[in-house]
């Protein structure tokens, strides 16, 4: 309902209908009657109710694109009049047309006044050289327009607003499981975060998101920190003829280069076939299952390479151990899981005479009659071995079947072929819409861009810029519908907001696991922890204030490093998450050169290491980096390495690659402070180094050097001693554990236990205590460590070297096991043992067996810990004994097999 009052009276009821307009800048209201008349009067004559006042806020007219206003007025629920910033002409719209969103209170928020704070310090303690930005970015904060609907508002009120998905995809730059999930997400919900690892595939899968939202008619800016992510974009998209749609803004020159040389659009071809999106949706369909297995080929292929591993430090270690004759066992026909369980119930056995029940069992279980061959000790001993590398066999055959079962279902379904047709018909469908959507028109300069920046955007609905100038380039106050933040993790909250409230949706791309962002301190108080600037990243604090409340995707499909390197990262850093999809042909992938002993390094820079490099020299592949903590020992590397080597401290190398990399970690002895070492050390730094390699990856480092901190390179030392090729491998007194075997053995035992021990108190007082030990290896401290039970002792020291007692042997070769034995979860090196003695440890017979273990395990270097069933304080007496174990093992520099 409305009325209109004209010179006071009353017109509602005698008009048919009425129209607001402008006459020179002043506006004008015109009513009809029923006789055909009209009569005209200034609006400031006029009564028109209802008459809604909006002070300010952001209007959108054109394909939900919002600019800023400041203010507008709405009249008889039919016309709005807008009046924009800096321009005194009144514009008349239809409010059918138009949509106007009130300015929130955001900026009188504690967080939003936090992050003003911050600015306002960082333009007061600003160098000179520094100054200017800082000036800028303050000044494009104020102009952030406070809005319940933007992205900023989400992320400083912790509210994040689900959306409806899109009915279609399409994937023109290619696709697998983990990327599928990452786009779908991103458009399900107002924040999506995409952590991508090196190498999987992150600039493709922004790629497709930007393709999702060109079809649907959206705009997006992609911006980042650091400019080679940015370009990496613009770059993939020209090679597909779609640079066409972007506009390269950010900084003045970037602004002048591409105005100075529009691009324009390609002409429609009106030839071309349709391409349907049914049958896109028809093509992913079909995919989705093959995306899985081709995940579970590369998978099992490096599963596969694991037990193909672990099997030759088993032989090794027979070979090393000739009193074991080895069986067969095929005849059993045990699966890898029976022969665990059947391990474990020989453990059980152990010396024990096989009664009747045990038979049975036997036979009903393991499908084994004839018993004569485990009479003796010695037998029973060779069986166990034997049933050890039955396992491997087996478990190998039974991965490769399944790698077999795979690869034949994506040969049927022809992968291959339906991923290019997905591919290949999603770009054509691209091209097919942005042709019929796509504005030709060109009449836009650096100068008057904003002014008709709903045109604008629709001519070039992407727009590149860096986060600390993106306010600058886009007209004041509009909304686009998408941010994508990418190298979030080395974005600092300030500026990165500022992208933030130009976006109702926002995609957050980054690595956790890589260098962050180097925070500026200041002493202000942030509102909330999730919020501090001095603490987090943008992807940290996106990631901790919203946790499972938004959808995180982690791309899990690597692509860039060979097997053996990127498995340390997987390893150390990615909790095994990644799926290598590179190949292992059987190539020397891993090296490390130790220098000699002494003092080398003198100002942040050692020539030994570059000497030792050289001794032992490269290939003759041209693509080589050298990279290091410190500038010194790059610009050393510099008068000694060819021109060839590309060199560079680690910090500039992120985000690069080369076939061969050599990180050099400089430090000695002398020059090893904590807080060198932990510069060197640190985990995002060692995994920049590692992943910047394709084929190679060299470590040369000071001997011991780092043990004593037990990190990541003391990590990547025991990885490369363990999985290089014989030439880096040390002999040493205890052996690397086979790890994948006593995995399934534990659960063997657990199994096991449960039904045959119930009443036996050692049984249950070892389970209790493997509950605690678990608990406590979760702790951030022992990170790093893993456990298994049940571990003999001849598989845990080497007898070739000869300093036991013939007593000490004949004990070894009797099968005597240890309760809990302590690894190193990377390289699988043994760091300690722990016994759980019982009451029966009293006797004598025990006592000599016990004494015999300690002396056995002092000789190999291995700290025991033995505990009573009685006594109190374990937790603080096992941490006491863990934190030792590390400190010993660090000290002897373990050159573990």
């Known amino acids: ?35 055909g008349k009209s009569f005209t009067q200034p609006l400031d004559l006029c009564k028109i109710t209802p008459q809604k006042e909006i002070k300010s806020g952001l209007l959108s007219k054109k394909k939900d694109i919002y600019q800023l206003i400041d203010c507008a007025t709405e009249y008889g629920n039919k016309y709005i009049v807008v009046n924009y910033p800096n321009d005194p002409k009144k514009y008349i719209m239809k409010s059918e047309n138009v949509s106007i969103i009130v300015s929130s209170g955001l900026k009188n928020e504690h967080t939003f006044s936090y992050f003003t ?44 607003e689900t959306r409806n998905s899109l009915e279609h995809f399409i994937f023109p730059f290619g696709l697998n499981e983990s990327q599928l999930e990452a786009v779908e997400n991103a458009f399900s919900s107002q924040i999506s975060i995409i952590e991508g690892p090196p190498g999987t595939g992150k600039t493709q899968t922004i790629l497709n998101i930007i393709a999702n939202i ?38 003045s020159d970037n602004k002048k280069d591409f105005f100075s040389e529009l691009k324009g659009v390609p002409p429609y071809d009106p030839n071309s076939i349709d391409i349907p999106i049914e049958g896109i949706d028809d093509i992913l369909e079909r995919l989705k299952d093959s995306l899985a297995a081709q995940n579970k080929v590369a998978q099992l292929t490096a599963e596969i390479s694991e037990l193909l591993i672990e099997k030759k430090y088993l032989e090794e270690w027979h070979e090393e151990n000739l009193i074991v004759d080895l069986i067969d066992i095929n005849r059993y026909k045990l699966s890898s899981e029976k022969t665990s369980d059947l391990l474990a119930y020989m453990n059980h056995l152990s010396q024990k005479h096989i009664s009747f029940k045990e038979r049975f069992r036997l036979l009903l279980e393991f499908k084994i009659f004839r018993i004569k061959f485990l009479e003796t000790y010695a037998e029973r001993i060779s069986f166990t071995y034997s049933l050890q590398f039955h396992y491997y066999e087996k478990k190998i055959r039974q991965k490769e079947q399944q790698l077999k079962k795979y690869e034949n279902e994506l040969k049927k379904d022809h992968f291959k072929k339906l991923l290019d047709d997905l591919t290949n018909k999603s770009m054509q469908y691209l091209k097919q819409q942005l042709s019929k959507t796509i504005p030709s028109n060109q009449n836009f300069t650096v100068d008057n861009y904003r002014k008709d920046f709903s045109n604008f955007i629709k001519r070039f609905p992407v727009i590149g810029s860096s986060t600390h100038s993106i306010i600058n380039s886009i007209a004041d106050g509009a909304i686009l519908d998408y941010i994508i933040i990418d190298e979030a993790s080395q974005q600092d909250i300030v500026p990165g907001i500022l992208s933030l409230g130009c976006a109702k949706n926002i995609i957050v791309v980054g690595d956790r696991k890589q260098l962050p962002h180097i925070p500026e301190k200041t002493e202000i108080t942030a509102p909330s922890n999730y919020y501090d600037c001095t603490k987090y990243s943008l992807l940290d604090s996106f990631v901790e204030l919203f946790k499972e409340e938004v959808p995180i995707t982690l791309l899990k499909e ?18 095994n998450q990644l799926i290598p999809m590179t190949t292992d042909e059987g190539e020397s992938s891993i090296e490390l050169v130790t220098t000699s002993k002494g003092n080398h390094a003198r100002k942040r820079a050692n020539l030994r290491e570059i000497e030792s490099l050289v001794e032992v020299g490269w290939s003759d592949e041209k693509d080589i980096g050298f990279i290091a903590p410190y500038n010194n020992q790059v610009n050393l590397a510099g008068e000694h390495l060819p021109d060839e080597f590309a060199k560079a401290t680690i910090h500039k190398f992120q985000g690069r690659e080369c076939k061969e990399i ?75 554990a086979f790890d994948l075997l006593y995995e399934e053995y534990d659960r063997s035992l657990e199994k096991l236990n449960a039904r045959l021990n119930l009443k036996n108190p050692q049984v249950k007082s070892e389970k209790i205590f493997a509950l605690l030990l678990e608990d406590i290896l979760m702790k951030v401290e022992f990170i790093s460590l893993k456990f298994h039970m049940q571990i003999d002792l001849i598989q845990l020291v080497s007898i070739k070297n000869n300093f036991f007692t013939e007593r000490e042997l004949e004990f070894i070769r009797q099968k005597a096991s240890c309760d809990f034995v302590i690894y190193y979860k990377v390289g699988k090196s043994p760091i300690g043992v722990i016994e759980v003695d019982g009451g029966y440890h009293e006797v004598t017979k025990q006592q000599e067996r016990d004494n015999l273990k300690n002396s056995i395990l002092k000789k190999s270097g291995i700290p025991i810990l033995r505990l009573k069933t009685t006594e109190g304080s374990l937790e603080k007496k096992i941490e006491n004994f863990l934190n030792n174990c590390i400190i010993k093992s660090s000290i002897n520099g373990n050159e573990e097999i």
Request: a positive charge; glycine letters at 2%.
């Open 558 to 575: 690597h692509y860039r490093c060979h097997p053996k390197i990127i498995q340390f990262c997987n390893q150390q850093f990615y909790n």
């Open 117 to 160: 704070d911050i600015v306002k310090e960082r333009v007061r303690f600003a160098s000179q050289n520094n100054k200017s930005m800082a000036e800028n970015i303050e000044r494009q904060l104020n102009k952030v327009t406070p809005y319940n609907g933007t992205a900023l508002h989400a992320y400083c009120y912790g509210k994040n």
């Open 214 to 251: 060109l079809v649907n008619k959206k705009s997006v800016a992609i911006v980042s920190n650091n400019n080679p992510a940015v370009e990496n974009v613009y770059e993939k998209m020209a090679k597909k003829k779609l640079d066409y749609l972007v506009a390269k803004l950010g900084s």
């Open 1 to 35: 309902m409305f009325s209109i009052q004209m010179n006071g009276q009353d017109k509602t009821n005698q008009i048919t209908d009425w129209k607001l307009w402008n006459k020179e800048n002043k506006l004008m209201v015109t009513v009809e009657f029923p006789s």
């Open 662 to 736: 050599v990180f050099s970690t400089v430090l000695d002895k002398k020059m090893s402070s904590q807080r060198s070492v932990d510069f060197v050390d640190d985990p995002h730094l060692v995994n920049v180094a590692v992943s910047r390699a394709i084929n190679k990856f060299t470590l040369v480092t000071g001997e011991d050097i780092f043990t004593k901190n037990n990190k990541s390179l003391a990590a990547l030392v025991r990885y490369i001693k363990y999985y290089a090729s014989d030439d880096y491998i040390h002999d040493s007194p205890v052996i690397s």
